[in-house]
């Protein structure tokens, strides 16, 4: 019922900025959360940051607190992730995702969303 697709990624050097972009077609989404997932080979993936309904409440991975800022646009379907001060273990696929149902809140884990996107590589080099 709803495509998402990302995009943005690249290759960059450390110190490096990268915007990433989520579009989402189908049915709406405005009426529950967000958030940008990353996966490196053997591990788990993991919530990179989240944002709620409206976009008045978002949180960040302790690792990217002060780098990553995620915002959103209702009116345009998209969701943004502006990656600055890029590390090399900030390297990964990164995701976008969105819920199925209503919601308020602002969801950190995988079960919480129901549609993903293929996924954007960012790849940090030092």
């Known amino acids: 019922q709803v495509q998402l697709v990302e995009s943005g990624g690249g290759l960059v050097q450390a110190g490096g900025s990268l915007r990433l972009s989520c579009l989402a077609s189908?049915?709406?989404?405005?009426?529950?959360?967000m958030g940008w997932f990353r996966q490196v080979p053997g591990k788990e993936r993991e919530v990179v940051a989240a944002i709620n309904w409206t976009g008045g409440s978002a949180y960040y991975a302790d690792s990217t607190k002060g780098r990553f800022t995620i915002s959103r646009d209702n009116a345009k379907n998209t969701v943004h992730l502006q990656m600055n001060s890029l590390k090399p273990e900030d390297t990964a696929v990164y995701y976008c995702?969105?819920?199925?149902?209503?919601?308020?809140?602002?969801?950190?884990?995988?079960?919480?969303?129901?549609?993903w996107g293929q996924g954007t590589q960012v790849t940090v080099s030092s």
């Open positions: 189908g049915r709406t989404f405005s009426s529950s959360g």
């Open positions: 995702a969105a819920r199925g149902s209503i919601g308020t809140r602002v969801y950190l884990v995988q079960a919480d969303y129901d549609y």
